[in-house]
């Protein structure tokens, strides 16, 4: 099947990129390995009027060390080049959430952006366009009803950015770019709890880059799928901490898939850093989960075996840092 | 909607053609190329067997990204791995291994094969399995593409 008509542009250089989107912010799209948004343009989840090209910009492209240690990473860097890298490949927490992105296939095309801005994704959205029809339209594709989950009045398609959980710990700062200027944010600000616009990149506004601090120490990193090749996560989490005598004194937890924005635990790490690494403090953490997952769907997988899942992970997360 | 000119290189030939933004690179293989040996199938990035290669020889998905892309670029797909009417070694090790059944898949999962041995000469097996995740053989199973994949990577072994 073909894709649905639009415009094609492929600008030569950022500002060019950002006047294009600026232009007609509501009806264009970026395009960088092109693996979301093709899938989504194909089954008439989007149908922009405009799609720029990033393939070419060397502005979203390079991975650089910081005076700090620090590593910045263009947006439109290949998944495939990352795991290539050296910077990259010592820290081997984030080598191995890239990895765990997708197939070969797909990391060869897909980019550090492209992750991180990926679409959110529910049952109902993820069928072909002649399924959809048969149940007509939902929040995201133009009615007030949620057939994922009928009375929401927000979308609460899932996010199943692979490396938000990891570079969120990691305390990475998300830089971004439009006609007007750029700013920086941390990466966990990036997110919002509206599946629809599940980012607060703003009209004709781009992803540039990902700086992302040294690791004060361990980090890890782990997917949960029905397969390990290829799947979208059913739950991931990623932990950064910084350890004195065996005890965390600074940690991040965050839990990806679950819900519409990942989420950076808060409870659960107090306990962690008033208690330690203990069997009974990883247990008391586990429990302070309750009231930070929020309304869990039943997206994918059943709400009851998300809080379950979110307990394993996080039980996970910790053993993976006493053990370091 | 505008239709441009893109010069594409495919299998060594040059080609020059006009090709739309509703396009994908599979498209234009299939279509005004001709080259059918690369095969659509879910055309949602599950299936893989719709892979070609870059010019660095990495498996690519051609059914997740559109043709005017590629303006400039060169591309390798299955009809470009024989050279002068004698199979690439990756083809005839899935023959002496049988591990072929219907066939329908067996393009993309050919180039994916080649271009785990691109990367890796002498693979170890978790680099197979890595490289050959992104695609399905519904009948065969993948077992008997592994056996060939390594039989492949051994005869280079012995070579050194």
Known sequence: MLLPAHDYAQPGSLDEA?????????????IAGGTDLIYNMRGRLEQPELVVSLRRLPELQGVRQLSDGSLRIGAGERLADLLRNEAVQRWSALAGAIRSVASSHVRNMATLGGNLC???????????????????PCLKTGSPDCHALPGVEVCVALN???LAPLLIAMQATATLASAGGRRELPLEDFYTDDGIAHTVLGPGE???????????????????????GLDFSWGTVGASATMADGRPVALRVVLGSLTTRPLLLDAPVRTILEQGLGDDAIAAAQDALRGELGALTNLYTPAAYKRELARILLKRALLRLRES | MNREMIRLTVNGDPYELLASPRQTLLDVIRGPLGLTGTKEGCTTGSCGVCTVHNASGEAVLSCLTPALEWDGEAVTT??????????????????DHHAVQCGFCTPGVIMSARAVLNEHPSPQMDQINDGMSGVICRCTGHIKVREAIRAVGSKLDRRV
């Not at chain 1, 294009?20 to 970026?30: I, V, Y």
């Not at chain 1, 366009?129 to 149940?135: I, K, M, P, S, V």
């Not at chain 1, 880059?209 to 990193?221: E, K, N, R």
């Open chain 1, 206 to 228: 781009l992803l540039l880059a990902l700086t992302i601090p040294p690791p004060p120490g361990p980090a890890v990193y782990w997917k949960h799928s029905s397969r390990t």
């Open chain 1, 118 to 136: 990926l679409q959110t994704r529910c049952w109902y959205t993820n069928q072909s366009e002649e399924w959809r029809a048969g149940r007509g």
């Open chain 2, 78 to 95: 299955i009809e470009g791995l024989e050279t002068s009417g004698r199979l690439d070694e990756i083809q005839q090790a899935f023959i």
């Open chain 1, 160 to 162: 199943n950015a692979d």
């Open chain 1, 18 to 30: 950002l006047a294009l989107l600026n232009a007609s912010p509501a009806t264009s799209r970026a």
